[in-house]
T-cell receptor, first 119, second 112 residues
Framework: GAVVSQHPSWVICKSGTSVKIECRSL??????MFWYRQFPKQSLMLMAT?????????EQGVEKDKFLINHASLTLSTLTVTSAHPEDSSFYIC???????????????FGNGTRLTVT | AQTVTQSQPEMSVQEAETVTLSCTYD???????LFWYKQPPSRQMILVIRQEAYKQQNATENRFSVNFQKAAKSFSLKISDSQLGDTAMYFCAFIPTDKLIFGTGTRLQVFP
């Protein structure tokens, strides 16, 4: 089945630095990828929709200058947390829809997530 | 507003028994898809079952089945013959337009 690879699985960084998280679709081309954030024992909150070749669409309340999303190819989307602060510590999960399988209603394939800790 | 509500933060069930997780949602759309995802301690999101809103027949996948009541906007998940490996967070989700919206989750603990 379709696989989405997310890297790194965990990262620790110092406050003020930037961290890049990669999301790759391994056996399909993903024109659209989604980035979610999950706080401990909470649900997944959609941060933004990443569109290949165009700007990402951010959900209300998500700072686009802090969470930079780049979707330069059909198999790779990156999320960069800029000037990270301890409150950015969270679990970030990417997902992608295989356009060859079905329409927009097809289920998403999820990466394994990245645990970010900002000290 | 498009929302998903899971009113049971935690549930527990004994191994081999049956448990039902509830989910309600709100949308003005007429056609949409509903999903149940499982998130074990590994944090990997695993699709359990999905239901198309225009289909009246309830979806089933082995030990997992749903009770879909479109008029009531209810989408409950029934797990039969519960196994220890079913212990996880369960999220109800739906796609009313083009975004997957998650409920708050139900933590299910299966006891031996």
């Amino acid at each position: 089945g379709a696989v989405v690879s997310q890297h790194p699985s965990w990262v620790i960084c110092k406050s003020g630095t930037s961290v890049k998280i990669e999301c790759r679709s391994l056996d399909f081309q993903a024109t659209t990828m989604f980035w979610y954030r999950q706080f401990p024992k909470q649900s997944l909150m959609l941060m933004a929709t990443s569109n290949e070749g165009s700007k990402a669409t951010y959900e209300q309340g998500v700072e686009k200058d802090k969470f930079l999303i780049n979707h330069a190819s059909l198999t790779l989307s990156t999320l960069t947390v800029t000037s990270a602060h301890p409150e950015d510590s969270s679990f970030y999960i990417c997902s992608a829809r295989d356009p060859a399988v079905s329409s927009y209603n097809s289920p998403l394939h999820f990466g394994n997530g990245t645990r970010l800790t900002v000290t | 507003a498009q929302t998903v509500t899971q009113s049971q933060p935690e549930m527990s069930v004994q191994e081999a028994e049956t448990v039902t997780l509830s989910c309600t949602y709100d949308t003005s759309e007429n056609n949409y898809y509903l999903f149940w995802y499982k998130q074990p301690p590994s944090r990997q999101m695993i699709l359990v079952i999905r239901q198309e809103a225009y289909k009246q027949q309830n979806a089933t996948e082995n030990r997992f089945s749903v009770n879909f009541q479109k008029a009531a906007k209810s989408f409950s998940l029934k797990i039969s013959d519960s196994q220890l490996g079913d212990t996880a967070m369960y999220f109800c989700a739906f796609i009313p337009t083009d975004k997957l919206i998650f409920g708050t989750g139900t933590r299910l603990q299966v006891f031996p």
